[in-house]
């Protein structure tokens, strides 16, 4: 298993690094897309083939819990309803789940924990080259989905954050349904057995056991099911996949 995770990791980074290394050039010809959507292809099928959607990332025990946790990407959202939401220690804080979906919601914490709860030990990897171990505590993503019932229509889950990257440009990332109904993957709103700290995603974070740390998308404020990313961003599945970077994040 650490065999096949260490191939993995090499193989997911050796890709990012020639993908942004020669993307700018790339995108200079008529080639561009096809040949940045090819590479994105084939990593998808390898990581397919080497971990197939049942393969479960390892859980740790307690004693593995790292002693600090960092934060990736934005540790404090400045826009004015990340802020109000804060201000009132997040208890008006909803996540709004729409798009193809048969019945749109907007969920609490508490609804959320009503529907599933649930503690999982697991291990973060930065593409920065860290990595830490944490007690997640969440709602499983599926459980979500079956309460607002998925379109068939749909292929992808979009999530859709409070943090602003860039003026007007939320933060926003994306997983296909099958990566989405994974019981690894959490929607969680606390670490280590207290609330989601605000550096670290409050009130609400993506957890992905399988996938690199800008996946984890974090201060998570809708959740869009949709057929396709064209109308999303640069119609790539996520921010930083919009500079360049892989959409599928296997380790």
Known sequence: MSDRR???????????????AGCDRISQSGLGARVLG???????????????????????????????????GTTMPDTPAYQALMANQFRDYQLQVDGLVNRPAKLSIDDLKKLDDRTQITRH???EGWSAIGKWRGTQLSAVLDHVGVSEQAKFVVFHCFDE???DTPYYESVDILEARHPQTLLAFALNDQPLPIPNGAPLRLRLGRQLGYKQAKYISRIEL?????????GNGGYWEDQGYEWYAGI
């Open 38 to 72: 090819s590479a994105e292809g084939l990593n998808r099928r390898v990581q397919a083939l080497l971990s197939p959607s049942s393969a479960m990332a390892k859980e740790y025990s307690e004693a593995d819990i790292s002693p600090v946790f960092h934060p990736n």
């Open 125 to 127: 990897d930065c593409v």
């Open 6 to 20: 260490s191939f993995l990791r090499m193989a997911g980074m050796g890709a990012v690094g020639v993908l942004l």
């Open 165 to 167: 990257m860039d003026v």
């Open 226 to 234: 949709v057929s396709s990313f064209k109308d999303i961003g640069d």
